[in-house]
């Protein structure tokens, strides 16, 4: 949580259009340090236990909702999904990047390639 600074939304929810109809959403948070694999799976882990507890009490009232959360080492982020009908619902996803601005000020030296900055 230390480690977190901002949330940043993309695409038409940032630009206040999202539509009824829209399922997927992007976050980007903005870390003060580089992004880690220990801090994306510390955000991972926390953000299961949270939908855990949310799921524990929309089963007590009745409702139906699943949450899924998996984690994208590769690109610094993870993918939160959400069915309230079942399998043949198309799934609600928010898809949440971490990234620090001290990762712009890197330098790509000839023939290296570029990832995606996790330490």
């Not at 991972?44 to 909702?65: C, F, I, M, P, R």
């Amino acid at each position: 949580k230390e480690g977190l600074r901002q949330v940043y939304w993309e695409r038409d929810l940032a630009k206040g259009l999202l539509l009824t109809g829209d399922k997927e959403v992007t976050l980007v948070v903005m870390c003060a340090k580089k992004p880690s694999l220990e801090l994306l799976e510390t955000v991972t882990n926390a953000l299961k236990k949270e939908l855990d507890d949310v799921e524990g009490q929309e089963q007590q009232e009745g409702a139906a909702s699943k949450y899924e959360v998996h984690m994208f080492p590769e690109e610094a982020g993870l993918c939160v999904t959400s069915s309230e009908l079942g399998e043949a619902e198309v799934p609600y996803q928010v898809t949440v990047t971490l990234t620090s601005t001290l990762l712009r000020n890197q330098e790509v030296g000839e023939g290296e390639e570029v990832t995606s900055g996790m330490l």
